[in-house]
């Protein structure tokens, strides 16, 4: 069955460090994958996206690799900030004809100051 | 700009009563609209989602529906809530399938 796995153990990091969050799946041939942030008791909001024929994408301090080979995304916050901590989830779509993202559990980064 | 309203932003009901919440969007015509549900510590799972008026595709068998009843309005109702109905409801649109998502700052629900 299709699997999307993301950490579930909390990241901590200290400020200014590279948080590295990491996204893999099984049976799935994504045409695309995205990344969100979500705050607690708020909902997800959408920082990248990344399509099957393209490597990374990068957006200010964020970084997303797409690893078809491998079946992994990674999801890289530079010079990391307080403000980063929050919940982190991957969402993979285009797979078996659906373009509906299905989205992982998330994983937590906790940055500390 | 877009903007995606949900309501209400907290909901205590008794099982057995009824559900209605309620999504609006502004700022843009024809979205696909989509329903989750996210359970404490668990991914977002797709409950519905409509790609227009009057068009529902349901994802998981359960006791709940959806209406579209306007290009930009999403309905999520129950006729009778049961315990296991209980979490964080979050309503979503995107231009297309596979653009990205836009959510609201969801409900929670809880069922007494």
């Known amino acids: 069955s299709q699997k999307i796995e993301q950490n579930s153990e909390a990241l901590n990091i200290q400020e200014g460090k590279t948080a590295t969050l990491t996204c893999n799946y099984t049976?799935?041939?994504?045409?695309?994958l995205q990344w969100y942030r979500q705050d607690p008791g708020r909902g997800p909001v959408f920082l990248l996206l990344?399509?099957?024929?393209?490597k990374e994408k990068r957006k200010e301090r964020l970084k997303v690799t797409f690893d078809t080979t491998l079946k992994q995304s990674l999801f890289h916050i530079t010079a990391s900030q307080p403000a980063d901590s929050a919940t982190y989830l991957c969402?993979?779509?285009?797979?078996?004809?659906?373009?509906?993202?299905?989205f992982g559990r998330g994983t937590s980064l906790i940055v500390h100051p | 700009s877009q903007t995606i309203h949900q309501w209400p932003a907290t909901l205590v009901q008794p099982v057995g009563s009824p559900l209605s919440l309620e999504c609006t969007v502004e700022?843009?015509?024809?979205?696909?609209l989509y329903w989750y549900r996210q359970a404490a510590g668990r991914g977002l799972q797709l409950l519905f989602y409509?790609?227009?008026?009057?068009?529902i595709s349901s994802e998981v068998p359960q006791n709940l529906s959806a209406s579209r009843p306007q290009d930009r309005q999403f309905i999520l109702s129950s006729k009778k809530l049961l315990l296991s109905d209980s979490g964080f409801y979050l309503c979503?649109?995107?231009?297309?399938?596979?653009?990205?998502?836009?959510f609201g700052d969801g409900t929670r629900l809880s069922i007494l």
């Open positions: 979503a649109w995107s231009r297309e399938g596979n653009q990205p998502q836009h």
């Open positions: 049976n799935y041939s994504p045409a695309y």
């Open positions: 990344i399509r099957e024929n393209e």
């Open positions: 969402a993979l779509g285009g797979s078996g004809g659906s373009y509906i993202p299905t």
């Open positions: 700022g843009t015509s024809n979205p696909n």
């Open positions: 409509s790609v227009g008026i009057g068009q």
